[in-house]
């Protein structure tokens, strides 16, 4: 496929990789990807990069929330379902950090 691949190509892969193709195009990457030896590294290269993605995200979800942007989702939460019942109560101030 030349020296880099095109961005149809990376978008292909990265599709492939998520699961969004049909069985037909999924056949047809597999092929190609076993036939050419950039296609297959690249593949590789998108793994690596979704695995090491998925690890910072799992690192940043198991840091706590601060209570100021915890009250404020709580409200917007509140809002979002009609019932907006933080007038007058405590914690309607989001604190100060």
Do not use: C
Request: hydrophobic letters at 35%; glycine letters at 6%.
């Amino acid at each position: 496929m030349g020296d880099e691949l095109d961005f149809h190509s990376w978008e292909l892969l990265s599709a492939y990789l998520d699961g969004a193709l049909d069985d037909i195009a999924s056949a047809m990457v597999e092929r190609a990807v076993r036939y050419d030896p950039e296609l297959s590294n690249a593949l590789e290269d998108l793994r690596r990069q979704k695995a090491a993605l998925k690890q910072w995200a799992a690192e940043i979800e198991a840091r706590p929330v601060p209570p100021r942007i915890r009250v404020m989702l709580d409200r917007a939460r509140r809002e979002r379902d009609g019932r907006d019942d933080t007038a007058g109560q405590p914690g309607e101030n989001p604190p100060k950090e």
